[in-house]
T-cell receptor, first 113, second 114 residues
Framework: DAGVIQSPRHEVTEMGQEVTLRCKPISGHNSLFWYRQTMMRGLELLIYFNNNVPIDDSGMPEDRFSAKMPNASFSTLKIQPSEPRDSAVYFC???????????FGEGSWLTVV | AQTVTQSQPEMSVQEAETVTLSCTYDTSESDYYLFWYKQPPSRQMILVIRQEAYKQQNATENRFSVNFQKAAKSFSLKISDSQLGDAAMYFCAQIKDAGNMLTFGGGTRLMVKP
């Protein structure tokens, strides 16, 4: 079975530009998580969805960040406008709502210059 | 609130030796799950081992095993016969219940010396 698929794997963008990160969860999984990893703050949960509904977005740093899950097989995390401090690895992860193991994608490395 | 603490920022081990990584957590829940994830330089998060809090038996996966002390809220990872490929960041994590989020510790960087 395919794992969690994220795109792009690497992105370099200029400050002020819009960035869209994409995620396809594992088929059959109905919980989806977006995490951010930085040296300073470690792994932080940004937002998570159950059955396509956002459950907790308290980790979203500010209004420049938004996330959507229009269907069970796709989610996006958008940053607009991007800033250098947004540079990080962004992970998407998924699990079954009834399950208790979360599987991660390979991450999207974002660099904002 | 849940917290997970890894008190060892870095550890090193000689190849073929055994090393133990420490983790403590704090929760008011009685039912929860604990995990160790490995993150190599590629940054991929790889599940190493999982422990259900209601199980007294310690989980084992090949060379990886845990020492789960529920009363002490301790969950250490033992790596036996360490290999060069074990060099990575290791994160301890806790999930409160199904469908809920993972809370991670700060990580331990493991170096394996040939």
């Amino acid at each position: 079975d395919a794992g969690v698929i994220q795109s792009p794997r690497h992105e370099v963008t200029e400050m002020g530009q819009e960035v869209t990160l994409r995620c396809k969860p594992i088929s059959g999984h109905n919980s989806l998580f977006w995490y951010r990893q930085t040296m300073m703050r470690g792994l932080e949960l940004l937002i998570y969805f159950n059955n396509n509904v956002p459950i907790d977005d308290s980790g979203m740093p500010e209004d420049r960040f938004s996330a959507k899950m229009p269907n069970a097989s796709f989610s996006t995390l958008k940053i607009q406008p991007s800033e250098p401090r947004d540079s990080a690895v962004y992970f998407c992860a998924s699990s079954r709502v009834s399950g208790n193991t979360i599987y991660f994608g390979e991450g999207s490395w974002l660099t904002v210059v | 609130a849940q917290t997970v603490t890894q008190s060892q920022p870095e550890m090193s081990v000689q190849e073929a030796e055994t090393v133990t990584l420490s983790c403590t957590y704090d929760t008011s829940e009685s039912d929860y799950y604990l995990f160790w994830y490995k993150q190599p330089p590629s940054r991929q998060m790889i599940l190493v081992i999982r422990q259900e809090a209601y199980k007294q038996q310690n989980a084992t996966e090949n060379r990886f095993s845990v020492n789960f002390q529920k009363a002490a809220k301790s969950f250490s990872l033992k790596i036996s016969d360490s290999q060069l490929g074990d060099a990575a960041m290791y994160f301890c994590a806790q999930i409160k219940d199904a469908g809920n989020m993972l809370t991670f510790g700060g990580g331990t960087r493991l170096m394996v010396k040939p």
